[in-house]
């Protein structure tokens, strides 16, 4: 009998970054030997490396000469749990963006600043000096635990939210990577201690349970090739979603008792929003219930996730890396069974919890201490000073003169905090004369608006974000008077690409870059942030923008559930449907337009374009008076400013001297079309 010899399966190739990884000797190599080089800019090695250290090698493609060196320059992000920073990192952080930057900082969507626009010469001054203001950005990227977000509202009579601000410390401290590459690169060897580690942390650190740990002096938890991918932590109280929870990978839920006393905390897992285009297999997903942990235990469930996700997530594949696609290739009782293995324990059965509820804490509210804070709104996270708005030097003013600690929000907002109450005129006064807007001058779509930095210095963007999206919500705003719902607003996001660093798969209307004025639209996601939109165009040109919308607002008014409460435009897509809402728009008619040419700004005019409108005026059965529909169509800067000489010279409006040319281009080739 002959016998076919058993084929060993084949050993998966691991990713490249793995690779680099693994030779770093623990994030120092090749950044430490480059650092010291005469260069404008990081080997592709060394960029992979220096991200662990929490910065990003980028090129302002704004800036970009053929025939020349892209212009690099460097983003740092700072590693701030729970958004908390202190006035002296703060008055750092400004100071560098000036000396060293691009003279702006901006809040992200994780609750850290980054400061954009370094040169290499100047990145280990500037990292040197947050260092010592009691800063850091390790670990602020890379593949490990990124900043552990909380609550950011600072209500100190709450015991709630003294947990999560605690706990989201405590926890950052835990997974943070114990390599001293970070201090020997940047402080020279010096290691700069800003307070010290709560005991309980470093003993569960050392402790090793059921292998949570590894054989490794250096990075016990890590090892030489740290996480698969990056990895999201955050830590909130019942009913307060203004961390986006079911974004994470790991979210933990304060659980106490009567008297307000730490039990322990619901665990959610397997949250994360990152794609692919044109990659079925890879997709948003919302975190799942994994159940219950009492508080003397968390550290080490916290442990054992990571692990789990450490020894079982995708290092073959990168798109398939996050934790995300274990839980949804395992099921959570697999992964629950799983990480119980590692955790020595059953996990127990999840509290009840009530509803959640999307919260922003703008303007003026107390403590609870007898102090005072203020939020305040900053449009897509940009801390700066453009025309009337000097946000930047008011905030500086603010600080210096009252050494006041700040919290930032998940939300790109930051939050002054422990305002004493004789101090709160001026600091109004302060706002009010640098043109920075209380939550009751905002609108809604602005305040409940996010987008990402995008172009020019974000390498995976493929279109406009932060530089559109004023222009946008303008256009949205102007749509929804349009149709009669002026009153109405909704969350919208937009990002320049795919990987959804500001959620966009979580508004009631999201915008996803996919190429130069073109998005992915996505639509019905819960306001308060609990249930993912659905692709509902998959390649928008922005120019369409109201056409694309006013069918869809137009039948929002139409069939809004009116009860207690209106229905959210979020909710109304996800009852009626994607199916319902193609249809719909199928059948919606406007009337002819006629042509108006307008020099207007726009999301297209970041590309050199100019816009042109066109306008119809028609009764329909949203408005009882005659309405305006917009229409765009592009065209060149240099065709614009030829239409307008001539018009003057031939004493005609731009509007008339182009419709004729239309219609003259129109009539001429109208024989030549096929019947």
Not at 175 to 184: D, M
């Given at each position: 009998m002959t016998q076919t010899p058993t084929q060993t399966p084949p050993v998966p190739k691991l990713s490249k970054v793995e690779g680099l990884k693994e030779r770093s000797n623990y994030l120092r190599e090749p950044v430490a030997t480059e650092i010291l080089q005469d260069t404008n800019s990081f080997t592709e090695d060394a960029t992979q490396i220096l991200k662990f250290h929490g910065s990003y090698q980028q090129d302002n493609r704004d800036n970009r000469v053929k025939g020349q060196e892209k212009d690099y320059q460097f983003m740092l992000r700072t590693r701030s749990p729970g958004g908390f920073i202190p006035p002296q990192l703060y008055l750092t952080l400004d100071r560098l963006s000036g000396e060293y930057g691009n003279n702006t900082l901006r809040v992200t969507t994780r609750q850290g600043f980054q400061l954009h626009g370094i040169l290499k010469k100047n990145l280990k001054a500037a990292l040197a000096a947050i260092i010592k203001s009691m800063g850091s950005t390790l670990g602020a990227c890379g593949d490990l635990n990124r900043?552990?977000?909380a609550p950011p509202a600072p209500f100190k009579n709450s015991q709630e939210y003294k947990y999560a601000w605690e706990y989201a410390d405590n926890i950052a401290d835990?997974?943070?990577?114990?390599?001293?590459?970070?201090?020997?690169i940047w402080l020279d060897g010096e290691?700069?201690?800003?307070?010290?580690?709560?005991?309980?942390?470093?003993?569960?650190?050392?402790?090793?349970?059921?292998?949570?740990?590894?054989?490794?002096k250096e990075e016990p938890l890590y090892g030489t090739n740290y996480m698969p991918r990056k990895f999201k932590c955050s830590v909130t109280v019942p009913g307060d979603?203004?961390?986006?929870?079911f974004s994470q990978d790991l979210s933990l839920v304060v659980i106490t008792n009567n008297r307000g006393e730490l039990e322990g905390f619901n665990v959610f897992a397997g949250g994360g929003l990152g794609r692919t285009h044109n990659k079925e297999e890879t997709f948003p997903r919302l975190a799942d219930a994994i159940g219950y942990v009492a508080k003397e235990d968390v550290y080490d469930l916290v442990k054992a996730i990571v692990a789990i996700?450490?020894?079982?997530?995708?290092?073959?594949?990168r798109r398939h890396a996050r934790m995300k696609y274990l839980l949804e290739d395992w099921g959570v009782d697999k992964f629950r069974t799983n990480v119980e293995g590692y955790f020595g324990k059953q996990i127990q059965p999840s509290k009840p919890l009530p509803e959640w509820k999307y919260l922003d804490f703008l303007g003026w509210e107390e403590q609870g201490d007898g102090k005072l804070f203020v939020g305040i709104s900053i449009e897509n996270g940009r801390v700066k000073d453009e025309g009337n708005l000097k946000l930047r030097s008011a905030l500086r003013e603010i600080v210096e003169k009252f050494q006041l600690p700040i919290r930032l929000t998940p939300h790109q907002n930051l939050i002054i905090c422990d305002i004493a109450p004789a101090q709160k005129r001026e600091i109004q006064q302060i706002l009010d004369r640098s043109g920075v807007k209380m939550e009751s001058e905002l609108d809604p779509l602005v305040r409940y608006s996010m987008a990402c930095p995008a172009l020019p210095t974000c390498g995976l963007a493929t279109t406009e974000s932060e530089r559109a999206m004023p222009g946008i919500l303008e256009r949205i705003r102007a749509l929804l008077v349009k149709v009669g719902l002026s009153e109405e607003h909704f969350v919208v996001r937009m990002t320049g690409c795919p990987n959804g660093c500001a959620r966009p798969y979580l508004a009631e209307l999201g915008f996803v870059g996919r190429s130069p004025d073109v998005y992915q639209l996505w639509l019905g996601a819960d306001p308060h942030q609990t249930r993912l939109a659905e692709p509902y165009i998959e390649k928008l040109d922005i120019q369409n923008l109201e056409a694309t919308l006013e069918p869809l607002f137009v039948y929002f008014k139409k069939e809004q559930q009116k009860q207690e409460k209106s229905e959210s435009f979020g909710d109304f897509c996800h009852r009626v449907g994607l199916e319902a809402l193609r249809t719909f728009t199928a059948t919606y008619e406007s009337a002819p337009v006629t042509l108006e040419l307008t020099n207007g700004h726009s999301a297209s005019s970041f590309m050199g374009e100019t816009i042109v409108e066109t306008l119809s005026e028609t009764p329909s059965e949203t408005t009882a008076a005659v309405t305006k529909i917009r229409r765009r169509v592009t065209v060149r800067d240099d065709v614009y400013q030829r239409l307008k000489e001539i018009a003057v010279t031939q004493g005609k409006?731009?509007?008339?001297?182009?419709?004729?040319?239309?219609?003259?281009?129109?009539?001429?080739?109208?024989?030549?079309?096929?019947?």
């Open positions: 900043n552990v977000m835990l997974l943070t990577p114990q390599t001293g590459a970070y201090y020997e290691k700069f201690v800003t307070g010290e580690e709560n005991p309980q942390v470093v003993a569960a650190r050392l402790r090793n349970g059921k292998g949570t740990n590894l054989e490794d979603n203004s961390v986006d929870l996700q450490r020894d079982n997530g995708d290092r073959t594949d409006p731009v509007v008339e001297l182009a419709t004729e040319a239309i219609e003259a281009y129109l009539n001429a080739n109208s024989d030549s079309q096929p019947s």
